[in-house]
């Protein structure tokens, strides 16, 4: 996580959720088998109405040069599609029959 995780103060109502502003896919996946469906539903509940102002503010920047507050917004973002299925579709945080599997990300691309 980088910073205090600050946001942008457009932003300012998402600061609850700041712990989901996560660096690695694997961090995030690890967040979201370790939350409770009301913790992802609340967390989706008050992303996915502002995604598409999440995406045009921080698309208003290089990716590689951007302010730690929309670096965090951009995560959260992530954060938000690691989410989606489980509040969507499944209505809990594991995949649906997959037992213990595990999927091991070998490279993931930097941010």
Same mark, same amino acid.
């Given at each position: ?5 600050t ?14 502003a ?29 995604? $598409? ?11 590689h ?23 969507? $579709? ?22």
């Amino acid at each position: 996580m980088s910073t205090a995780t600050t946001l942008p103060d457009e932003f300012a109502e998402l600061a609850p959720f700041a712990g989901w502003a996560l660096d690695t896919w694997r961090e995030r996946y690890e967040k979201r088998l370790d939350s409770t469906m009301d913790e992802m539903q609340a967390f989706y509940d008050a992303m996915m109405p502002r995604l $598409a102002e999440i995406l045009e503010y921080c698309d208003a920047f290089n990716l590689h040069d951007l302010p730690d507050d929309a670096r965090n917004l951009l995560l959260l973002a992530f954060s938000l599609c690691e989410t989606s299925f489980p509040v969507e $579709a499944w209505r809990q945080p594991r995949v649906p029959d997959s037992g213990s599997a595990d999927l091991e990300l070998v490279r993931e691309p930097a941010l």
